[in-house]
């Protein structure tokens, strides 16, 4: 659950940004670019980010602020499931990432499995959609939501990609140590859950 410090953070940069996006009034702007700086300070107070990367992060979006959308492809082999290793931070997670403009929730999952594992697959069901404040993540400068879809084995093999540098899939019993900013324990227990029930409702939050 992210701190509460952060909530608000999020909310006075949503408010600046948004803010920025539809005044036209000069002084309005300037109360608005004071607003984002505070939020930023905020940020910097409580976190190991330094104030550049946090403008860098606060001020290359324009628009009305939305939810950031993460999806993540769970493939089983064997009663096992696949996970790649980040470059990042050595850590595994399901393959996955930002959905891109201009394709499907379900053709998202299938390219970015393809780009991280090797693995060719068919995105078959919805699983979950999840709201990653309600949930055991380190803090984000973001807000997300995560959708989850269960993916079948399709083809390929093996290969790491740009981001990941090993490429296995894992009992139930036997998890790696995980990056917890992409997938948790329990949302990868969660996932076991569906493909031993293949019938169970999709979950959201």
């Keep these: 659950m992210s701190d509460k410090w952060l909530e608000w953070a999020k909310r006075i940069q949503s408010l600046s940004q948004a803010g920025l996006t539809f005044s036209k009034d000069i002084y309005d702007i300037e109360r608005y670019e004071e607003l984002r700086e505070i939020s930023a300070e905020i940020i910097e107070e409580y976190t190991d980010l330094e104030m550049e990367k946090i403008k860098e992060l606060f001020t290359n979006e324009t628009g009305y602020q939305t939810p950031k ?113 992409r997938n948790t324990e329990k949302q990868i227990k969660m996932l076991f859950e569906f493909a031993k029930n293949p019938n169970k409702a999709a979950v959201f939050d």
Excluded at 79 to 108: H, Q, R
Excluded at 128 to 136: C, E, F, Q, W
């Design 69 to 181: 959308v993460d999806i993540r492809g769970a493939v089983f082999k064997d009663n096992k499931i696949l996970l790649v290793k980040e470059k990042v931070d050595n850590k595994w997670s399901l393959p996955g990432g930002f959905c891109d403009v201009g394709i499907s929730p379900a053709e998202n999952v299938v390219k970015e499995i393809k780009e991280e594992s090797g693995y060719e697959t068919h995105a078959r069901k919805l699983v979950a959609l999840l709201d990653m404040n309600k949930h055991d993540h380190p803090v984000q400068p973001y807000h997300y939501y995560k959708i989850f879809m269960h993916c079948e084995l399709a083809g390929g093999k093996a290969e790491t990609g740009i981001e990941t540098k090993d490429v296995k899939f894992f009992a139930e019993d036997d998890l790696p140590t995980l990056s917890t900013g």
